[in-house]
C-alpha cells in the first residue's frame, strides 16, 4: 500500500509524467501520441513511461505495431487517500516514538 | 484548478513524562531514531537538524526505482514539554509537492503524556517555475478522483 503513495509521489513530481497521467485519464493511447507534445526525445519520454509502469500507474499492451498506454485506477484510488496514507505513517512513527519514550523512561528510572 | 487544503491529526497516550516526549522532538539524534521511515525500499541518505526555535530539519529520502525526495522544515515556536509548531515541505526533483503547517502538543496525562500531531497541508501541483506552481494546486488529484470513482461505477 505505501508503494502506491510513493508511485503517486513519484507521478506528480514530475512534469512530463503528471500530463502523461493527465491525458490518460481521458483515455488509453498510443505511445506515439503521448509523445506528441512533449519537446523530449522519444528514448527519454519512454524511460518517464516505463517508470509509470514500474510503478504499477500505467500498464502497456501491444496492439499490432502500437504500443498503447491504459490508466491503471487502483493506485489513483489508493492516491486518492493521500491522508490516509500520512495517518498510517504517523500512526508509524508515534509507534516508535512511544516505543522510545518508553525504553529512555524506564533507563532514567532504573539510574535512580 | 482547485486549490485543496486538508487537516488530520493523531493522538497519542505515551507511558512517559511531557518532558521526556518532548525530547523526542528536539534531540536530533532521537528524533531521527523514530521519524525517518525505513521499508518498502525507502532509505532515508542524510538527517540534518537543529531542532531549537528557529531552527531546521533536512531529510533526504531515497527509493531505488522511484528517486528522491527532500523534507525541509522551520521551526517557528518551541515551548519546552508541551508544543512545537513548524512548516514543512516536501520536495521532488522540480520542486514543492506538499507543504504543510505541523503543530505538535504535549500534555501531561494519567500515566504519563498524551501528544496531538495535527497537520495542516496543501498540494501543490508541481510546474516549471514557482511563480507558477504556487498558485495551481491539485487539478490533478481532482482527476484522479474523478477517474478512480468512475472507475469503481464499472
Known amino acids: ?112 | 484548478m482547485t486549490c485543496e487544503f486538508q487537516t488530520f491529526d493523531i493522538t497519542r497516550l505515551i507511558a512517559a513524562r511531557p518532558e521526556t516526549v518532548f525530547r523526542l522532538w528536539t534531540d536530533a539524534r532521537l528524533k531521527e531514531e523514530w521519524f525517518c521511515w525505513n521499508g518498502n525500499g525507502w532509505t532515508h541518505d542524510t538527517y540534518d537538524a537543529d531542532l531549537i526555535e528557529g531552527g531546521f530539519e533536512r531529510v533526504r529520502f531515497t527509493h531505488p526505482e522511484v528517486g528522491s525526495f527532500r523534507y525541509e522544515s522551520h521551526l517557528f515556536h518551541v515551548l519546552p514539554a508541551s508544543r512545537l509548531i513548524y512548516g514543512y515541505t516536501m520536495l521532488g526533483n522540480t520542486g514543492p509537492i506538499s507543504v504543510s503547517q505541523a503543530t505538535v502538543a504535549i500534555e501531561p496525562a494519567e500515566g504519563g503524556a498524551q501528544a496531538t500531531y495535527t497537520e495542516q497541508v496543501v498540494f501543490l501541483d508541481g510546474g516549471d517555475s514557482l511563480d507558477t506552481r504556487l498558485p495551481g494546486c491539485v487539478a490533478v488529484m481532482d482527476r484522479m478522483k474523478d477517474h478512480a470513482e468512475a472507475s469503481n461505477d464499472d
Not at chain 1, 500530463?19 to 505511445?31: C, D, K, M, N, Q
Not at chain 1, 498510517?88 to 539510574?111: G, K, N, P, T, V
Open chain 1, 1 to 112: 500500500m505505501a508503494n502506491h503513495l510513493d508511485s503517486f509521489f513519484s507521478a506528480i513530481s514530475d512534469p512530463t509524467r503528471r500530463a502523461v497521467i493527465e491525458r490518460l485519464v481521458e483515455g488509453p493511447a498510443a505511445v506515439g501520441e503521448l509523445h506528441a507534445p512533449h519537446d523530449i526525445a522519444l528514448p527519454t519520454f519512454l524511460k518517464h513511461i516505463k517508470v509509470l509502469e514500474a510503478s504499477g500507474l500505467v500498464r502497456t499492451e501491444k496492439k499490432g505495431r502500437v504500443r498503447v498506454v491504459h490508466i491503471e485506477a487502483a493506485p489513483l484510488a489508493e492516491a486518492e487517500h493521500w491522508l490516509t496514507r500520512q495517518r498510517e505513517i504517523w500512526e508509524d512513527r508515534f509507534d516508535r516514538l512511544a516505543a522510545l519514550a518508553e525504553r529512555i523512561e524506564r533507563s532514567q528510572a532504573d539510574d535512580l
